[in-house]
């Protein structure tokens, strides 16, 4: 599966620094300066994180 594949309405599991693997909804994407595509997940309780 590659990035394209991931659209807006997606489950994903991401990894989180603080709290582990987490699962959470595909809300937006977005290109980078560096060219990496950003996906935006929003995680329980609302909160959007921004995750390559």
Do not use: K
Request: glycine share 16%.
């Amino acid at each position: 599966m590659s990035t394209e594949d991931i659209l807006p309405g997606d489950i994903v599991a991401v990894n989180n620094g603080f709290s582990g693997r987490r699962e959470g909804l595909v809300v937006g994407s977005h290109i980078d300066y560096l060219g990496r595509q950003i996906i935006e997940v929003q995680m329980d309780g609302g909160e959007v994180y921004n995750h390559w």
